[in-house]
C-alpha cells in the first residue's frame, strides 16, 4: 500500500533560525496536503498542493511539490516560538478514497 | 471550535463496558472519518464515510463499531475494549474526499 514518510522526525532549532521537513511518498499523489498539530491539540489543515512543481507561501512558511508528485517539503524562515508543534504531511493517491499521512516532524524551539 | 465538535473530551472505560464517542460537523461537508492517533505513531485511518456511506474500513478491530446517520453526525461505538486501545480518537469531515480535513478535537480515551 502506499507509504509517505516524513523526515526528519524532531528538529530542535534556536529562535530565528530556518526549519525544513521533507515528505516523501512511495506513489504518486493526486496532491499533498500539509497539517500542523500544537502540543495538546488537534492537527489543524495549513494547505493543499495539487500541480507539479507547484510553490505556495504563507507567511514565513513555503510549500512546494516535487516535479514528479512523489515529494513536497515545508521551510519556515526565521521560526518563532509559536511554530513549535508537528508538522504532518499528507498525500492523497491519484486513485483511491484515502489520505495517508506521515509520522510528521516535531519541532521546538528555543527562544 | 473548529466546526467538528466531538464529545466526550476525555473518557476512561474499563475493559467490559460500552460507550459511544460522538462527533458532529457544522461545515455542510459530505464526507467523515474516523482516526486514531497514538503516542509516537503516525495517523491511523480507522472508517471514511462518504455521503453517509462507509468507503473505507481500515482492517479495524470489530470491537469499533462506527455509525453514520446522517452526513453531520458520526458516532464510534466501542466494547470490549483493551489497553492498547488507549489513544486520542479524532474525527475529521471533508467536502470530498480529496480536500483538506477539518478535524474535531480528539476524544482522549483511556482503557482500564
Known amino acids: 500500500g502506499q507509504q509517505v514518510m516524513q523526515i526528519p522526525q524532531y528538529q530542535h532549532v534556536q529562535e530565528g533560525e530556518d526549519f525544513t521537513t521533507y515528505c516523501n511518498s512511495s506513489t504518486t499523489l493526486s496532491n499533498i496536503q500539509w497539517y500542523k498539530q500544537r502540543p495538546g491539540g488537534h492537527p489543524v489543515f495549513l494547505i493543499q498542493l495539487v500541480k507539479s512543481g507547484e510553490v505556495k507561501k504563507q507567511k514565513r512558511l513555503t510549500f512546494q511539490f516535487g516535479e514528479a508528485k512523489k515529494n513536497s517539503s515545508l521551510h519556515i524562515t526565521a521560526t518563532q516560538t509559536t511554530d513549535v508543534g508537528t508538522y504532518f504531511c499528507?498525500?492523497?493517491?491519484?486513485?483511491?478514497?484515502?489520505?495517508?499521512f506521515g509520522e510528521g516532524t516535531q519541532l521546538t524551539v528555543n527562544p | 471550535e473548529t466546526g467538528v465538535t466531538q464529545t466526550p473530551r476525555h473518557l476512561v472505560m474499563g475493559m467490559t463496558n460500552k460507550k459511544s464517542l460522538k462527533c458532529e460537523q457544522h461545515?455542510?461537508?459530505?464526507?467523515m472519518y474516523w482516526y486514531k492517533q497514538s503516542a509516537k505513531k503516525p495517523l491511523e485511518l480507522m472508517f471514511v464515510?462518504?455521503?453517509?456511506?462507509?468507503?473505507e474500513n481500515n482492517s479495524v478491530p470489530s470491537r469499533f463499531s462506527p455509525e453514520c446517520p446522517n452526513s453531520s453526525h458520526l458516532f464510534l461505538h466501542l466494547h470490549t475494549l483493551q489497553p492498547e486501545d488507549s489513544a486520542l480518537y479524532l474525527c475529521?469531515?471533508?467536502?470530498?474526499?480529496?480536500?483538506?480535513?477539518?478535524f474535531g478535537s480528539g476524544t482522549r480515551l483511556t482503557v482500564v
Open positions: 464515510y462518504s455521503l453517509e456511506e462507509r468507503v
Open positions: 461545515l455542510g461537508h459530505n464526507a
Open positions: 499528507a498525500g492523497y493517491e491519484t486513485s483511491g478514497s484515502r489520505l495517508t
Open positions: 475529521a469531515s471533508s467536502q470530498d474526499l480529496s480536500v483538506g480535513y477539518t
